[in-house]
């Protein structure tokens, strides 16, 4: 099994940065993709940000050049640097991993529980 824990939601003006960190832990073979989703009040579950193994980044046009998703594959953390915010990035963030692990036949997909981070004035 694989565990998800973020850290580092929060307020924050408008304009603003906050940044967020998620670290897997459990007993993990591998980690593929990581990502960040977001889910705001009366909205669907969306991809923000994710980063591949290797370092490929994709972003949702909603934050591209505000938003940057880094990773530390030797600390299997994730994290998301959040710039410039705006009140309709106010969402709970949740982590999202693909990883190879014990008691996963082959890949399986792992959430976190989610950190909420709000942007107001």
């Known amino acids: 099994q694989v565990q998800l824990v973020e850290s580092g939601g929060g307020s924050v003006q408008p304009g603003g940065s906050l940044r967020v960190s998620c670290v897997a832990s459990?007993?993990?073979?591998?980690?593929?993709?990581m990502a960040w989703y977001r889910e705001a009040p009366g909205k669907q579950r969306e991809l923000v940000a994710s980063i591949t193994s290797d370092g490929r980044t994709n972003y949702a046009d909603s934050v591209k050049g505000r938003f940057t998703i880094s990773r530390d594959n030797a600390e299997n953390t994730v994290y998301l640097q959040m710039n410039s915010v705006k009140p309709e990035d106010t969402a709970v963030y949740y982590c999202y991993t693909i990883a190879k692990a014990r008691g996963c036949y082959s890949t399986c997909q792992y959430w976190g529980q989610g950190t909420q981070a709000t942007v107001s004035s």
């Open positions: 459990g007993s993990i073979f591998s980690i593929n993709t």
